[in-house]
T-cell receptor
Framework: NAGVMQNPRHLVRRRGQEARLRCSPMKGHSHVYWYRQLPEEGLKFMVYLQKENIIDESGMPKERFSAEFPKEGPSILRIQQVVRGDSAAYFCASSLAAKYEQYFGPGTRLTVT | AQTVTQSQPEMSVQEAETVTLSCTYDTSESDYYLFWYKQPPSRQMILVIRQEAYKQQNATENRFSVNFQKAAKSFSLKISDSQLGDAAMYFC??????????FGTGTLLAVQP
């Protein structure tokens, strides 16, 4: 039973480019969460999605960031016009249902040069 | 709003000994749950243990157990018979009706051979 998959594991982007981070939840999980971890800090919630719906995006920056979880395919976290401050590890988690354990993927480390 | 505080940035334990990591939290929710996650150098977030607030019995998973003091809003993790593989960053997290997890800043545990 494969765990949460994230790709790419490492992503380097120049300032102003777009970054697309992908997350495939565990089999049978329909709840996906994105978190960001800045260097030397804990994880910060960004967005919570169910299939085709954004449930809670209270942690998402108002501009340049968007997320989706289509009916088919992985969840995508998209960052437009990246800046150096976007450099961080981005983790995706999935759960079977609300209030269940969240299982994390290995993370995508984004570096903006 | 929920907050999670880990007041020990670093801890050290001798192999085979017992160590306790501290965590306090604050929440206005009546139905909430608490987690400990482990983040080894690989940076993968690994679920260690979960505790539902309504349960009086402390959760246990093999060598890992918690001391959940609801009135004091305290949720400490005890690791017995520490092993070299336990060396990692440990994060305490709380979740509730919104399903998003609020993480503490982490405790870096070193295990001395």
């Amino acid at each position: 039973n494969a765990g949460v998959m994230q790709n790419p594991r490492h992503l380097v982007r120049r300032r102003g480019q777009e970054a697309r981070l992908r997350c495939s939840p565990m089999k049978g999980h329909s709840h996906v969460y994105w978190y960001r971890q800045l260097p030397e800090e804990g994880l910060k919630f960004m967005v919570y999605l169910q299939k085709e719906n954004i449930i809670d995006e209270s942690g998402m920056p108002k501009e340049r960031f968007s997320a989706e979880f289509p009916k088919e395919g992985p969840s995508i976290l998209r960052i437009q016009q990246v800046v150096r401050g976007d450099s961080a590890a981005y983790f995706c988690a999935s759960s079977l249902a609300a209030k269940y354990e969240q299982y994390f993927g290995p993370g995508t480390r984004l570096t903006v040069t | 709003a929920q907050t999670v505080t880990q007041s020990q940035p670093e801890m050290s334990v001798q192999e085979a000994e017992t160590v306790t990591l501290s965590c306090t939290y604050d929440t206005s929710e009546s139905d909430y749950y608490l987690f400990w996650y482990k983040q080894p150098p690989s940076r993968q977030m690994i679920l260690v243990i979960r505790q539902e607030a309504y349960k009086q019995q402390n959760a246990t998973e093999n060598r890992f157990s918690v001391n959940f003091q609801k009135a004091a809003k305290s949720f400490s993790l005890k690791i017995s018979d520490s092993q070299l593989g336990d060396a990692a960053m440990y994060f305490c997290a709380s979740g509730g009706a919104t399903n998003k997890l609020i993480f503490g800043t982490g405790t870096l545990l070193a295990v001395q051979p």
